[in-house]
C-alpha cells in the first residue's frame, strides 16, 4: 500500500507541474511554425497563385 501511495502522490505532483507547462518552449515552437509557414507561402506562393487562377479561369468559361 506505501508503494501505492507513493505513486499515486508522484503522479499527482508531477501532472500538476505539467499543467504549468514550458512557456519559452510553445513560444519558440510558435515562432518556429510561423516562420516555416511564412517561407513555405514565400516559395509556392506565385506557384499556388498560378494554380488558382487557372482554376478560376476553366470555372468561369474564360
Known sequence: MRLVHR???YFRIDSI???R???PGWVMIT???AILVAG???LAGPALNGLFEEAIA???GS
Request: net charge negative; hydrophobic share 50%; charged share 20%.
Open 31 to 33: 515562432l518556429m511554425s
Open 40 to 42: 513555405l507561402l514565400a
Open 58 to 60: 476553366r470555372v468561369s
Open 17 to 19: 507541474h505539467d499543467e
Open 7 to 9: 505513486l499515486v502522490t
Open 21 to 23: 507547462g514550458d512557456v
